[in-house]
């Protein structure tokens, strides 16, 4: 069931859990994190980056695979088709495209230019009952071409994105994007009280949700935190279930060659993965 994400972040809020964003790159990818979704009765968030859109021919196409592959599945649960680290004209075409919500990801600007655009987004979003999703400070590190340099955001500048009519914030709080190296500092739970106290009740975003530590992770939820992104820890799953599946010689066996059997031990790891994220963000039977 494709729908905006305002209402399954707004209830993460008020129930203290959070709802993970796992992005997508293909149809396996997808139709393992629908599946999750449905046998755990959570509600979830398909993110897919502008990159992994080019990839899979476009944003039309990836509309149009989600939504056939929602109704095919039977899937009744909330799901979220969402693009991550948009940019303005990329956010604008979602838009046009039928995706059910979108971020812009204005870090890269000035403060005000963020604003002057993020505004634009969410005028046009909010016509479409499309829900939206701002950036301030940076995300660390590299996702598909996105890089930051990982600044902690400002929490006044966090309330006045906040009074844009923004429908959830992704705020710098120390987090990065791909695997945490061994010297990494934490996330900065100081400013993410701080940012709270502006914002009120707007749910907040943590990107690369990937290695944090499960501590952390509660921490962040009891502070606002209603969505969590997951991606590299969906990929290297993947990679490795598929290198052992090849390793072990399986694809030289019979028809194990078959893209279908191939493929198929990488996408029961990434159910694994995302069955593991659900249980610890707290949304496993939200959506009953």
Excluded at 22 to 46: H, R, Y
Excluded at 170 to 195: C, M, Q, R, S
Aim: hydrophobic share 40%.
């Amino acid at each position: 069931m494709l729908v905006s994400a305002k209402e399954m972040l707004d209830k993460a809020v008020a129930g203290h859990y959070a709802v993970g964003q796992f992005n997508i790159n293909n149809l396996e990818w997808t139709k393992a994190v629908l599946e999750t979704a449905q046998e755990l009765k959570s509600p979830v968030i398909l993110g897919v980056s502008e990159g992994a859109n080019k990839y899979m021919t476009g944003y039309d196409t990836v509309v149009a695979m989600v939504r056939a592959m929602d109704a095919s599945l039977g899937i009744t649960v909330p799901v979220a088709l969402h693009l991550d680290h948009g940019k303005y004209e990329g956010a604008k075409a979602c838009i046009e495209a039928g995706y059910t919500s979108v971020m812009f990801d204005g870090s890269s600007y000035p403060i005000d230019e963020n604003l002057e655009k993020t505004k634009e987004i969410v005028s046009l979003a909010h016509e479409h009952g499309i829900s939206v999703e701002a950036e301030v400070g940076t995300i660390g590190g590299e996702e598909d071409g996105v890089v930051g340099m990982g600044e902690i955001a400002d929490p006044e500048e966090c309330k006045r994105l906040a009074d844009l009519g923004i429908d959830f914030l992704a705020a710098g709080i120390g987090n990065i994007h791909g695997v945490y190296p061994e010297n990494w500092k934490g996330l900065d739970f100081d400013t993410l009280k701080e940012i709270k106290a502006t914002i009120g009740d707007l749910p907040l975003v943590l990107h690369g949700g990937t290695g944090i530590p499960k501590d952390m992770i509660q921490t962040a939820i009891s502070l606002g935190v209603a969505k969590i992104n997951v991606n590299t820890e969906c990929q290297i799953a993947f990679a490795e279930a598929t290198r052992g599946y090849i390793e072990a010689g399986k694809d030289q066996k019979g028809k194990g060659f078959d893209p279908r059997k191939l493929l198929a031990p990488g996408a029961e790891a990434i159910k694994q993965t995302v069955k593991e994220k659900m249980e610890m963000f707290g949304s496993v039977g939200k959506a009953e």
